[in-house]
C-alpha cells in the first residue's frame, strides 16, 4: 500500500489518500470495459488526471462486472470535445460529455469544486471532487493504466465491512438530494451490505422529502430498480425504510391491507428478476408489465368487450403507477402484454389523420372493417366524404411580360 500526500501551508506534508495496488484491491482488468480504458488512456497522454469512478469501480471491488461505467477527469468538457470527435456535451447547470461508442455511451465528468457550497457546479480537483459523492462506496477513483485504486475516505475499508456510510453530513445529505435516500436503499439491497443505524434512521425520518423530487427523476430511478437483477431485494429494502410509500403509493397501500396481495407483488417482482437475468434487452414495456399484472387482475372484467377493456385499463394503470411517469408506448405495451396472457390480444389501429391519436382495435378485425367513432374513415371509402382538392392558382405575368418586354434580373 502506498500513500499520496498534498502540501499544507506550513509546507509540511499532509496525508491525503491511500492507493491500493493490484495486489491489494483484487480488481480483474478483463472485466473493465475496453472502451472505459481507452479513454483513460488518451486524456492520460493529454496530458490530464483521469480516472473510473463510482459504482464500476465498487462493483470492481467486489468482484461484479459493472453495467456501466463513469468517468472523471481534469479536463474541461470543451477540452473532452476536442480530444473524442464522438462525443457530445449535455447538461446546463453542470457540464458533462457523452462519448460514443455505437449504442454505448461512456459519460465522462470534470472535477467539482467545493468553494461555492455543497451545490457548488464550478471545476475543481479530485480531492474536492470526492467530498461531493455521496457514499464512500462511490468515491473510489481506478486507474486501470497503472491498476490502483485511490482512497480518500476509506471507502476500501468500508467495502471490506460491507458497509454503507454517507461521506457528507447526515444533516445535510438527504435534504440537498433526497434521491440520495433511493440509493442508500438500492446500494445495500444490490450488495447485501448494511446500513448504519443513524443513516436508517434520517432515511426514515426525512422520506417525505422525496415528494418534493420532480417525477421525471422518480421515474428514472424507479426504471433503474426494474431494470436491475435485485428488484425484490430493493423493493423490500425501501419498504422496510418507508419509501415504497412515496415511490408507488397505490401499490403501497394495497400492500399493507392485503397481504395475498403483497405475497403476489413480490413474486411478480422475483419473476421480473428473472426476466431480466434471462434477456436484458427485454421488448419495450415487458419489465414495466410485472408491476402492473396483480394490480390489473383486481380490477379488470375480463369478459367484456376488448377494446373499451383496453382504454379503462390503460387509463387506470396510469394512476396507478404515480408519481412514476413511463413513457406512453412503454405502459401501451405492458398492459398489452398483460392482456395477451389472459388470451385477449389488442393492437394499434391505422393512423388516419395526421395529429390523431392512435387506438387499440380487438386484433382480428376484418382490415375493411374499421371502428366507428372517431376511428371512421375520413379520407374517402364506401362511409367517408372524400376531401376537395384545391386547385392551383396560376401566377399572372406582369405587364411587361405580356407586352414581350424581357424584365431584368435583380
Known amino acids: 500500500m502506498r500513500i499520496r500526500y498534498s502540501t499544507a501551508q506550513n509546507g509540511r506534508p499532509i496525508k491525503k489518500a491511500l492507493v491500493y495496488t493490484r495486489d491489494e484491491h483484487g480488481i480483474d482488468i478483463s472485466n473493465v470495459d475496453r472502451d472505459a480504458i481507452r479513454i483513460v488512456e488518451r486524456l492520460k497522454t493529454e496530458g490530464h488526471e483521469t480516472y473510473i469512478v463510482g459504482g464500476a469501480v465498487r462493483d470492481l471491488m467486489v468482484s461484479k462486472k459493472p453495467k456501466d461505467f463513469d468517468i472523471v477527469t481534469s479536463a474541461t468538457p470543451t477540452r473532452i470535445k476536442r480530444v473524442f470527435r464522438n462525443s457530445r456535451i449535455i447538461g446546463r447547470r453542470f457540464r458533462l460529455v457523452h462519448v460514443y461508442f455505437g449504442q454505448k455511451i461512456v459519460e465522462v465528468s470534470t472535477f467539482r469544486s467545493l468553494k461555492d457550497g455543497p451545490t457548488s457546479n464550478t471545476y475543481g480537483t479530485i480531492e474536492e ?46 435534504k440537498d438530494d433526497p434521491v440520495r435516500m433511493i440509493r442508500a436503499a438500492k446500494y445495500s439491497a444490490s450488495t447485501g451490505f448494511s446500513l448504519p443505524f443513524l443513516l436508517r434512521w434520517k432515511i426514515k425520518r426525512e422520506g417525505p422529502l422525496l415528494s418534493s423530487v420532480s417525477h421525471s427523476r422518480l421515474t428514472e430511478e424507479l426504471f433503474k430498480i426494474i431494470n436491475s437483477a435485485h428488484a425484490s431485494s430493493i423493493v423490500a429494502s425501501l419498504e422496510n425504510l418507508g419509501l415504497w410509500n412515496h415511490l408507488q403509493p397505490h401499490a403501497s397501500k394495497l400492500m399493507r391491507s392485503d397481504p395475498i396481495y403483497r405475497e403476489k407483488y413480490y413474486q411478480s417482482l422475483r419473476e421480473l428478476e428473472k426476466a431480466y437475468q434471462e434477456s436484458s434487452e427485454a421488448p419495450s414495456g415487458k419489465l414495466l408489465s410485472y408491476l402492473l399484472r396483480d394490480y390489473l387482475d383486481t380490477i379488470i372484467d375480463w369478459s367484456r368487450e376488448p377494446l373499451e377493456n383496453f382504454r379503462e385499463s390503460l387509463s387506470a394503470c396510469r394512476s396507478f403507477v404515480i408519481p412514476m411517469n413511463p413513457p406512453r408506448i412503454e405502459l401501451e405495451n405492458a398492459v398489452r402484454l398483460l392482456f395477451r396472457e389472459h388470451g385477449v390480444a389488442v393492437k394499434k389501429a391505422r393512423t388516419f389523420e395526421k395529429g390523431r391519436n392512435k387506438e387499440a382495435v380487438p386484433e382480428g378485425t376484418p382490415e375493411g372493417k374499421l371502428a366507428e367513432g372517431p376511428l371512421a374513415p375520413i379520407d374517402g371509402g364506401p362511409e367517408g366524404p372524400k376531401r376537395k382538392k384545391r386547385r392551383r392558382r396560376r401566377r399572372k405575368a406582369s405587364a411587361t411580360q405580356e407586352k414581350g418586354t424581357p424584365v431584368e434580373n435583380k
Open 129 to 174: 471532487d470526492v467530498l461531493r459523492r455521496d457514499f464512500s462506496i462511490n468515491a473510489l477513483f481506478y486507474d486501470p493504466q497503472e491498476q490502483v485504486v485511490i482512497d480518500y475516505v476509506g471507502g476500501v475499508r468500508d467495502i471490506r465491512a460491507k458497509k454503507v456510510r454517507p461521506i457528507i453530513p447526515l444533516g445535510v445529505i438527504f
